[in-house]
Nanobody, 126 residues
Framework: QVQLEESGGGLVQPGGSLRLSCVASGRSLFNSMGWFRQAPGKEREFVSANRRGGGTTLYATSVKGRFTMSRDNAKNIMYLQMNSLKTEDTGVYYC????????????????????WGQGAQVTVSS
């Protein structure tokens, strides 16, 4: 059974940093992994994603230059380092994974992902 488990959320002041982790289990290979988030009263949106083994990590315009996604493929762990946090970054952050290797035009589409974590709350507030 595939499970994704996020950790590292919390409350932080504007300008602060947090690092989210996502541990994936139940499969030895997830080609595509990504982060999505859902702000209060809004639909879930793409944050970052990449394919195992190469290619560019893609970021939403709103987080580019502030967030960094990384993966430890040997351990099936994914990270999201979030710096210079803003109040508009507040929301529930979800990690997602799939065995498929998605191209750039589809890796942002949440409907492509088969597996999801339960979400981690990130609150940016003074």
């Amino acid at each position: 059974q595939v499970q994704l488990e996020e950790s590292g959320g919390g409350l932080v002041q504007p300008g602060g940093s947090l690092r989210l982790s996502c541990v994936a289990s139940g499969r030895s290979l997830f080609n595509s992994m990504g982060w999505f988030r859902q702000a209060p009263g809004k639909e879930r949106e793409f944050v970052s994603a990449n394919r195992r083994g190469g290619g560019t990590t893609l970021y939403a315009t709103s987080v580019k230059g502030r967030f960094t996604m990384s993966r430890d493929n040997a351990k099936n762990i994914m990270y999201l380092q979030m710096n210079s946090l803003k109040t508009e970054d507040t929301g529930v952050y979800y990690c997602a994974a799939d065995e498929g290797s998605f191209i750039a035009s589809t890796i942002r589409d949440e409907r492509r992902y088969s597996y999801w974590g339960q979400g981690a709350q990130v609150t940016v507030s003074s």
